[in-house]
């Protein structure tokens, strides 16, 4: 076999002539630098789909605006009945708002409008719980279940490339996460979670923190950014804390209601302990430089009367229903800062928008809130843009004592308007949070601008409404207070797991 010629003997196929070593040299030295090229091209083209922040949104459930030890407004004292030494810690990292509102005063149809970035009202869900009879008005029917054509957070995100879990309490049916954007998730679940799950899991706080660590893990290792959403069982099954953490409280109260409120305080330190643990799982994964995490609540604490400085409670669109909890930290925001603008739930979905950078055209057009990134980078000087500049709350319903009724805030007026008799409040909120002095006959023209606006929006939107039920009797008893919260669930063991099929009973409860 005749031998082969030499590497410096081949001849080009264009030119039949030997390829001098030095040129030769050249052109090798030329494709590696073309291959180098594309792969540094291709390696910012991945940086810059990189760059884009990690999303972490915490929800506690039921958790006040003076539910933590941590203060909520720089003249407001913190709270001395419960110890969250991580939220203070966060707190210190980040910004915390003062006047930010959850989108209703019950959870579900808190839930749906943050997911959708609409109200309650437009939504047409404003209560959890069954409706109420035997009053003076009818409640409204309303929607139950997430419509399978509703944009979520979720989808939006997974669109634009991210990974996106949510653990926790989903609450708002529609066939669960997973039919609604989520690749990671704990399935439909309601309220039977929370009692599901005991000590050393108290209402599954520990494995929704381990599982949200090892989903940033995966995302990291994929190379995809994430958005996880804690939707936190806690408060709902304080009887469920940890016994060394109940035991803590019980030695500082009394029996009685004074009890129960330990367990309240107890499942809010355990809580707290989750909510350290994710903080500590980001840390370790080397990501809180691109990392934002936000934490708040679905509605107020308690129910009816007046919660510690605010009135009202859950149940009610008075402050105390309504006005929750809300620090952010991450890239950019200055460490120790506040913002005193009004926020509200539905203000998240184009927030995470825009840090994802979705499309506009992506972004469902009734979509009614507005991006927080100014307020986050700029506190008090930035601005968000809403298509309204009013902010509405809707509760058409009976619940906790309260007759239905909607509130709207303009500014730092707030009016509520009470929709048995038509009678409406007046409130300055900025000297005033509180609502203890009605304005309304000392500023008539106010409270009839803002009732007119309140009005027109809930025509606008096509809220449902609560109607005189002509069989009312006035002088009939009234009817048995209806239970709160799920029912505990049977075939449990101890030890944090559950046993058996799980049923969601209580997924209509709140």
């Not at 500082?252 to 009890?259: E, H, L, N, S, V």
């Not at 080397?286 to 604490?301: K, P, W």
């Not at 825009?354 to 991006?371: F, H, L, T, Y």
Request: net charge negative; proline share 7%; glycine share 12%.
């Amino acid at each position: 076999m005749p031998s082969q010629p030499s590497q410096s003997s081949r001849t080009t196929a264009e030119h039949g002539r030997p390829i001098p070593s030095m040129e030769r040299i050249k052109m090798a030295m030329s494709d590696v630098l073309l291959a180098l090229g594309v792969v540094l091209a291709l390696a910012g083209d991945g940086a810059a789909a990189d760059d884009r922040p990690n999303i972490i949104l915490m929800i506690a459930d039921d958790q006040g605006w003076d539910g933590l030890s941590v203060a909520m407004a720089p003249d407001v004292a913190a709270s001395t009945e419960f110890h969250t030494p991580r939220l203070e810690a966060f707190a210190g990292q980040g910004m915390r708002f003062s006047n930010a509102y959850a989108p209703a005063p019950v959870c579900s149809p808190s839930r749906i409008s943050i997911q959708c970035g609409r109200t309650p009202a437009a939504l047409h869900w404003t209560k959890a719980a069954p409706a109420e009879a035997g009053h003076r008005m009818i409640e409204p029917k309303i929607t139950r279940s997430i419509p399978r054509e509703s944009v979520t957070i979720g989808e939006l995100l997974r669109g634009a490339g991210y990974a996106t879990a949510h653990y926790g309490k989903w609450h708002i049916g529609g066939g669960g996460p997973g039919e609604h954007g989520y690749d990671d998730h704990d399935g439909d679940t309601g309220n039977e979670q929370a009692f599901a799950f005991t000590d050393p899991n108290p209402v599954d706080l520990f494995g929704m923190a381990k599982r949200t660590e090892d989903f940033m893990r995966r995302a990291e290792e994929a190379g995809k950014p994430f958005y996880v959403q804690l939707s936190w069982n806690a408060l709902h099954a304080p009887g469920n804390a940890l016994e060394k953490t109940k035991a803590k409280y019980a030695a500082r109260a009394g029996d009685g209601d004074r009890g129960k409120r330990a367990e309240v305080a107890a499942i809010t330190e355990d809580l707290d302990t989750a909510v350290g643990m994710v903080l500590d799982a980001v840390d370790r994964l080397g990501l809180a430089g691109t990392t934002y995490v936000i934490y708040t609540s679905d509605n107020g604490a308690g129910g009816g009367g007046r919660r510690g400085s605010l009135s009202g409670g859950k149940g009610s669109v008075w402050e105390g229903g309504i006005r929750v909890p809300f620090i952010v930290r991450g890239p950019g925001i200055a460490a120790g800062s506040w913002c005193h603008l009004p926020i509200v739930g539905w203000d998240l979905l184009p927030t995470f928008a825009e840090w994802a950078e979705v499309d506009d055209a992506r972004i469902p057009r009734e979509v009614e809130g507005g991006s927080l990134v100014d307020l986050f980078a700029r506190g008090d000087e930035g601005d968000v843009v809403r298509k309204r500049y009013e902010i509405v709350f809707h509760f058409p319903h009976y619940q906790s004592g309260h007759t239905p009724h909607a509130a709207i805030r303009i500014g730092n007026l707030k009016v509520i308007e009470f929709f048995e008799d038509s009678s409406v409040k007046l409130f300055d909120l900025a000297v005033d949070p509180g609502e203890r002095h009605d304005l309304a006959a000392e500023r008539p023209k106010d409270a009839e601008l803002l009732r007119r606006r309140l009005d027109s929006y809930l025509v606008n939107v096509d809220a449902q409404m609560p109607t005189l039920d002509p069989a009312f009797d006035p002088a009939a008893p009234p009817p048995p207070a209806k239970p709160r919260g799920g029912r505990k669930q049977e075939g449990l063991k101890q030890g944090g797991k559950k046993q058996g099929s799980m049923k969601n009973q209580a997924r209509n409860n709140e």
